[in-house]
């Protein structure tokens, strides 16, 4: 099945900072969302990206599905920004709405 | 806006027990599944659902049960629990309406300890 591989696997940050995540995959992707787990284990979708840019205020993602990588960009960073960023794809071989996750990018911002 | 719900909050079970596992959503969505997330393995597909009376195995469905009666219900059974289906248990749902947004969303988690 396809791989996917996120970087850095833990990044610490004061806040203000900027910072990009990475996103790497093996396959061809029709379906990329990047997604936020706070401390408390709740899971909130970022963006839905199989391809271009997309901006939500301080967050903006990037997909280049021909070279088969998204770069999900923090600017300004907050404490509350802390958590794991998860990276999932679905595949262009028929069911892309199961999505395979990345192990995520454990971010900590401290104030 | 209720949106996704999953029922109990924590669950302490003991091996060999037939736990249920309840997953609800208001939204009317076509596609329900149900990952779990485990330290080193990151969130895995267990079962999902593309209607009502239709489901599939996902990428670690053995020692799991799943139906959906109704499109709004997407209940998860561990007929006979195991120390190894200690886990984090997600439920999610996303509309097939538009192409264009294929948004997934996810319920708030049980937290499953089999002792």
């Known amino acids: 099945g396809i791989q996917v591989e996120q970087s850095p696997p833990d990044l610490i940050l004061q806040e203000g900072a900027n910072s990009t995540l990475r996103c790497n995959f093996s396959?061809?992707?029709?379906?990329l969302q990047w997604f936020h787990q706070n401390p408390w284990g709740q899971l909130i979708n970022l963006f839905y990206?199989?391809?271009g840019t997309k901006q939500n205020g301080r967050l903006s993602a990037t997909t280049v599905a021909t070279e088969r990588y998204s770069l999900l960009y923090i600017s300004s960073s907050q404490t509350t920004d802390s958590g794991v960023y998860f990276c999932?794809?679905?595949?262009?071989?028929?069911?892309?709405?199961?999505?395979?996750f990345g192990k995520g990018t454990l971010l900590t911002v401290n104030p | 806006d209720a949106g996704i719900t999953q029922s109990p909050r924590y669950k302490i079970t003991e091996t060999g027990r037939q736990v249920t596992l309840m997953c609800h959503q208001t939204?009317?969505?076509?596609?329900m599944f149900w990952y779990r997330q485990d330290l080193g393995h990151g969130l895995r597909l267990i079962y999902y659902?593309?209607?009502?009376?239709?489901?599939d195995k996902g990428e670690v469905p053995d020692g799991y049960v799943v139906s959906r009666s109704k499109t709004e219900n997407f209940p998860l059974t561990l007929e006979s629990a195991t120390r190894s289906q200690t886990s984090v248990y997600f439920c999610?749902?996303?509309?097939?309406?538009?192409?264009?947004?294929?948004?997934?969303?996810f319920g708030s988690g049980t937290q499953l300890s089999v002792l």
């Open positions: 999610a749902s996303k509309s097939m309406s538009s192409p264009t947004n294929e948004k997934l969303f």
């Open positions: 396959d061809s992707v029709n379906n």
């Open positions: 990206i199989p391809s």
């Open positions: 999932a794809v679905g595949t262009s071989g028929g069911s892309n709405y199961k999505l395979t």
């Open positions: 939204w009317s969505h076509s596609y």
């Open positions: 659902s593309a209607a009502a009376d239709i489901t």
